[in-house]
């Protein structure tokens, strides 16, 4: 793991650092030679050092949860007890004072970690990623027992089986598509934002990837099979999967390569990134927030210029981010016609059942047919 993710885990004093805690396995064989819960926790850590936005997602949660059992109930990670965590779930959904507190930092030891209640959602993802925190501390011997082993599973949310709604009409997608064509081209930096930004809503529409998997993503990931084009991608929890890609694509990444004075065919094992950064070339790729951001700023600015003529459409770019290019991209190719079974392997879900909620063509003729049969009052 690399040392910038080991030094946002806070140092402890040594009567919270955990040899001693409560909960700590005795006697039989360990599975680490963790010493204490900082050095426990980077064990954890280090599984997911190849998925950088798991990595920050899981950091963030452990930080969270050592930093709120130590400050506010003066116990070690391996002290918490079942009652514990309801505490902490309801601190969760109403942090205060210094945890919120807009004059701190947004980076470094001294950050603020909450920027304010969270969400329900988010307050189960942080649980359940605590969950398996704690799981792996179990198996490995360094904890006795799970106490989130003993929390209520909840029943599935109603919302879960609603259709995906977080995406792009085909008018809307062309709107983003024209406004990007109006951007500014005449200085060298605003051409280079303008093929950037022209590439990366491209690739990141026509491949339905991730940020995380956009920014891993490599030129010699781009192979040529039996005459056709595919993206080779390692996703979530490090599965690999394959992509198909269209003639039009690589006419779109060889005119982007081509800007930066490269071949236009990738070559066989090519280690620049897909998407490069700022310098171009060799230097170093962007981030998959650097994506994000980038996305979400030409969301905005196209946006802005809706405002006066499709107010509802600018509503929904401002909310609009990098998932949503997926959630777009899988809507689109349902809506095409294409075989579900193959968006599930695009998207690469584990679950069919997961790939159904982009299915909105029923809705769309369900709603035809009645606006159009029923009679007006």
């Given at each position: 793991m690399s040392e910038h993710a080991i030094t946002l885990i806070p140092?402890?004093?040594?009567?919270?650092?955990?040899?001693?805690?409560?909960?700590?396995?005795?006697?039989?064989?360990?599975?680490?030679?963790?010493?204490?819960?900082?050095?426990?926790?980077?064990?954890?850590l280090a599984e997911y050092v190849?998925?950088?936005?798991?990595?920050?997602?899981?950091?963030?949660?452990?930080?969270?949860?050592?930093?709120?059992?130590?400050?506010?109930?003066?116990k070690p990670l391996s002290s918490l007890t079942r009652e514990d965590f309801v505490l902490y779930?309801?601190?969760?959904?109403?942090?205060?004072?210094?945890?919120?507190?807009?004059?701190r930092p947004r980076k470094g030891r001294e950050r603020r970690l909450f920027e304010g209640p969270l969400a329900p959602r988010s307050r189960r993802q942080a649980m359940g990623i605590l969950?398996?925190?704690?799981?792996?501390?179990?198996?490995?011997?360094?904890?006795a027992g799970n106490p989130l082993a003993l929390r209520r599973a909840r029943a599935p949310q109603a919302s879960r089986s609603r259709r995906v709604e977080r995406h792009l009409d085909q008018a809307l997608w062309?709107?983003?598509?024209?406004?990007?064509?109006?951007?500014?081209?005449?200085?060298?930096?605003?051409?280079?934002?303008?093929?950037r930004c022209r590439w990366l809503m491209r690739f990141l529409y026509r491949t339905a990837l991730r940020a995380s998997e956009a920014a891993q993503a490599r030129a010699g990931d781009f192979e040529r099979r039996r005459g056709r084009w595919w993206l080779r991608v390692v996703g979530k929890g490090g599965v690999e999967g394959d992509v198909p890609v269209s003639d039009e694509l690589m006419a779109d990444f060889a005119r982007y390569r081509a800007f930066h004075g490269l071949p236009e065919v990738p070559a066989p094992g090519e280690m620049r990134p897909a998407v490069m950064g700022v310098a171009g070339g060799d230097a170093a790729p962007l981030t998959s927030t650097a994506l994000y951001l980038i996305v979400k700023t030409v969301f905005r600015r196209i946006a802005d210029t809706l405002d006066a003529r499709d107010p509802a459409g600018a509503?929904?770019?401002?909310?609009?981010?990098?998932?949503?290019?997926?959630?777009?991209?899988?809507?689109?190719?349902?809506?095409a016609g294409t075989d579900l079974r193959y968006i599930q392997k695009n998207l690469r879900h584990a679950s069919i059942e997961t790939t159904g909620l982009y299915l909105h063509a029923d809705d769309d003729a369900r709603h035809a047919q009645t606006v159009r049969e029923t009679p007006s009052a």
């Open positions: 140092a402890l004093p040594p009567a919270l650092d955990g040899r001693n805690g409560t909960n700590r396995a005795r006697g039989g064989v360990a599975q680490t030679a963790a010493r204490d819960d900082i050095e426990a926790v980077r064990l954890w190849g998925s950088p936005h798991t990595l920050r997602s899981y950091r963030k949660e452990a930080v969270r949860l050592m930093l709120w059992a130590t400050r506010t109930l003066d779930e309801q601190f969760l959904a109403a942090p205060n004072g210094d945890w919120i507190d807009p004059a969950g398996g925190l704690f799981s792996y501390l179990v198996a490995a011997g360094y904890l062309q709107q983003v598509l024209d406004g990007v064509e109006a951007f500014a081209q005449d200085t060298p930096r605003e051409r280079q934002h303008y093929e509503a929904t770019l401002r909310r609009a981010s990098t998932h949503w290019l997926r959630h777009t991209a899988a809507t689109h190719q349902a809506d």
